[in-house]
Structure formats: C-alpha cells, structure tokens
C-alpha cells in the first residue's frame, strides 16, 4: 500500500485539478478525487462518485476506499460572479466531507481548504495591503470564515490538523475553465485584431495603475502540498501568490505586441455587454487560424473579466509567512501569462 492516502474535494476544478496533478507526480501517495461528475478524458487521480450535498452519498464513497490520510478540500458552491456566495451551501459540504473523512477513516492526518484574497474583502472596496493572514476580518457574510471555524473547531478535538490557502486569482492553461485570465486576455486580443482596432483596457483610468498579482497554479497546487505536509504549516493559513506584483499598464502594451496591434487606452466598458454579439468575429477567427471549434463563451467568462478590471484598488498579500514556513518557490507573472498564451496557442484554442 502506498504510504500517504489522497483525497482531492472538486478535482476538477481550477485548483483541485493541479493538486491531484501534482500528487500523483509523487511516489509513495495514492490519489483520489472526488466529485458529481467525471473527469473528461484521462485524470491524474481514481474518481470516486458522490454528491458533496448529501452527507449519505459522500459516506457511502469514502467507505469504498482505502483510510483517507490527506483530504483537500477545493470545492465550491454556485455562485453568481460579484454576488454574495452561498454561506449555508459551502460549509454543509465541508460538515458532509469532513464527517465522512472522520468515520471512515483514522489514519486522517491533515485537512486543507482552500480559500482565497476574498478573505480580506477585496470584492468590496479598498482594503489594507499587504494583506496579512491575521488582518481583522471583514463585516460578512463571507463563507471563508464560517468554514474555516467550522475546520478549525473539528480539528481541535481530533488527531489531525488543518492548514488553509488564500490566492489571488488562478491562472493556467485549463481549457475547459472559461473562468481562466489567461483566455480573457487571449480572446480579447485576438478579437481586437481582427476587427483592426487598438487593444483598449476595458477599465478605468485608476484601474490601469494599480498593483496587482496572481497565482500559477502549478505553484500554488505545490506551496499546498508543503503546508500540508509539513510541520510549519499546521493549523494555519497561508496567502500563496506567484510572489511578485505587476501594474496592467505594464503588461498591457506586452500584450498588444505579442498579438502584433496598437496598444490603446483605458476605456471603462463591460465586456459582457460588448463580447455579447462577437461570437461570429470569433467564429471568423477560428475558421481563419484553423483553431479548435469552440464556442467564444466556452473560452472567456466575461463576467469574470469585469470583475478583474473593474478594480481601482491594490490587490498585494504579504506571502512572508509561507517564505517562513520553508517554501520558497516564486513565478514571475509576465512571463507565465506569456508561456501559458502560448500553451493555449500550441493547443490550437487561441491564434497566433
């Protein structure tokens, strides 16, 4: 038998997915994932079914395998993009997962959650940065903080323990995630291109100043398998970011040059109303670079493109913590939007 026990909560997801990636990458560790529906394709982990809202169907999964000794959990309720996330929802998945972890398994060691910068109240308005894992938390509701209470009271009278992870927003090339930076940016371009017109900044003026940073996914799938193995990171959490900070006034002009048009200015218009008729230019596009048919919605959430840009603060965590605690890999954000553009590209989704 393998020495360590995995269970990923939502494999499939934008960080799920890399942790069982980077597990399975491992020797010594048996990984699986859990989830309603199956991966598509081949998966870097054995699916098991159930559905996370009943707390029968979960049971009923986790008997049927080996003692969990590492469960993480990276699922997430529905939600609508810039609304109050579903509190009630979120932490009785949690309750359901880690109720089935404790009675079928007591080799359980150690339980992460995944959380994120919202944390800090960043959907809301300006808030202090660097932001710091103990900074006051915000008027809720936040489901953060309901789960992370619940995981750390559950853990207080048990054997094993927890750790918790806050990235900024995750990118990588994942291409069934619509929900992904890396397309928006890539989308967008190319159809500026091909209608001929400048690469405008769909926000404000302030917005194009302000500092901002992202999580790589590999990297942050690898800093939380460290806290989740390790001695410094129990029963705490961490902000895990690439490490490094960026202006989009920085990498905007980086973009229109790699896409060959002129860089132009901030222009605060929301692109899920002026993306809503530009299906057939992308259409256009595809048959043109002889890229993959794929609907343009399938590839960039637009709503989610307004929330990134709508932005007229800083957006910086203090990642002294997790350096602290013994990980100390970094990523520099220019570089990887540009490698993973061109994974996209490689993969015949976006143009070259």
Not at 103 to 115: C, G, I, N, Q
Not at 326 to 331: M, Q, R
Request: with cysteine.
């Amino acid at each position: 038998m393998p020495e360590q026990v995995a269970l990923v909560i939502g494999p499939t997801g934008a960080t799920g997915g890399p942790i069982a990636a980077a597990l399975a990458r491992r020797t010594g560790w048996r990984v699986y994932g859990i989830s309603r529906t199956a991966p598509s394709g081949e998966a870097p982990f054995t699916h098991i079914v159930a559905d996370l809202t009943d707390p029968a169907s979960c049971r009923r999964a986790l008997a049927a395998i080996e003692p969990v000794t590492h469960a993480f959990f990276a699922a997430r309720a529905p939600f609508r993009e810039g609304g109050v996330e579903d509190v009630e929802g979120n932490v009785a998945m949690l309750a359901a997962t880690l109720d089935a972890l404790e009675a079928h398994s007591d080799a359980l060691e150690h339980v992460h959650l995944l959380e994120g910068i919202k944390w800090y109240g960043m959907h809301l308005g300006p808030y202090p940065t660097p932001s710091r894992e103990d900074d006051p938390r915000h008027l809720p509701p936040n489901f953060y903080y309901d789960q992370q209470d619940l995981l750390s009271e559950r853990a207080a009278r048990s054997r094993w323990s927890w750790s918790a992870s806050r990235p900024s927003y995750i990118c990588d090339f994942a291409p069934h995630r619509a929900r992904n930076l890396i397309t928006v940016l890539g989308t967008y371009a190319a159809i500026c291109r091909e209608l001929n017109v400048p690469l405008d900044f769909p926000g404000s003026a302030a917005g194009y100043s302000v500092l901002s940073e992202l999580s790589d996914a590999t990297c942050l799938a690898e800093a939380i398998i460290f806290v989740s193995t390790h001695d410094a990171g129990r029963n705490t959490a961490f902000n895990i970011t690439n490490g490094d900070c960026f202006r989009w006034c920085q990498v905007w002009p980086l973009l229109a040059q790699r896409f060959g048009i002129r860089c132009g200015v901030p222009r605060h218009m929301k692109l899920a109303t002026w993306m809503a008729d530009k299906g057939p230019v992308w259409d256009r596009i595809v048959a043109r670079h002889g890229l993959e048919r794929r609907s343009l919605e399938s590839l960039a959430s637009w709503e989610f493109a307004d929330f990134v840009f709508a932005r007229e603060w800083d957006l910086l965590s203090d990642t002294g913590r997790l350096r602290r605690a013994g990980f100390n890999a970094c990523v520099d954000t220019i570089t990887m939007i540009r490698d993973q553009l061109d994974r996209y590209r490689d993969a015949k989704l976006l143009p070259r």
